[in-house]
């Protein structure tokens, strides 16, 4: 019973940190980023330090939480899967919000506390549900142009064993019409590079390029 308890904790610490940090973040992009005097500097500044220690102490809520969890025996695998350690690395404004077309998004992720189980009580708030919404947009974006991308490199691939064979065949018909021995053993020679390259490309990308 007391683990559960703990459990609840923890995910409780998990979501007002989530929304600190949403709220951290608007205050960077809303108020301190477009302040146009000192007054309303300094006063996004202090609303963005009252945030911050609101995050430190979520923070050192859960950490506590998670301790408790552990010494009440939960099995490492479990809590390594689903209580990870906070680092400060994972605590940075969101740069969905702050950053929205930052160039790099390509392999972006989010970090393991916006993915844990109960991610989805957060949505009933609107800030949440948004930012849950915009970076589903933005993972089905990237998985669309990964599959764009798989699809064009394996017919780059099937294109260059194509490439190498054309010119194998071109400089076997060149060694045939060849008339001086030098010239037709040349060709020769550049025969058989091409026909490694292409044995080389078959090997490498057998089963992964397209045939066409």
Request: hydrophobic content about 35%.
């Amino acid at each position: 019973e007391e683990l559960e308890l703990r459990k609840g904790q923890a995910n409780d610490c998990i979501e007002s940190l989530q929304m600190a940090l949403g709220h951290k973040a608007i205050i960077y992009r809303q108020y301190f980023q477009s302040a146009n005097s000192t007054w309303a500097g300094t006063r996004s500044k202090q609303e963005a330090h009252q945030c911050q220690l609101k995050i430190d102490k979520c923070v050192r809520s859960y950490q506590r939480a998670r301790s408790a969890i552990e010494c009440l025996g939960m099995d490492k695998a479990t809590l390594g899967s689903l209580y990870c350690p906070i680092l400060p690395t994972k605590l940075i404004i969101d740069k969905e919000v702050t950053e929205e077309n930052r160039f790099g998004q390509g392999s972006d992720k989010l970090a393991w506390l916006w993915r844990v189980n109960n991610a989805g009580r957060g949505q009933e708030n609107a800030w949440m549900d948004e930012f849950y919404r915009v970076n589903w947009l933005k993972a089905k974006a990237r998985w669309s142009r990964w599959q764009e991308e798989l699809s064009l490199v394996r017919h780059e691939m099937n294109w260059t064993i194509k490439w190498f064979k054309y010119y194998e065949k071109k400089w076997n018909r060149r060694g045939d019409q060849a008339i001086r021995p030098g010239h037709q053993a040349y060709a020769y020679q550049q025969v058989l590079m091409w026909g490694r390259f292409v044995d080389d490309a078959e090997k490498t990308f057998n089963g992964c390029c397209f045939i066409l």
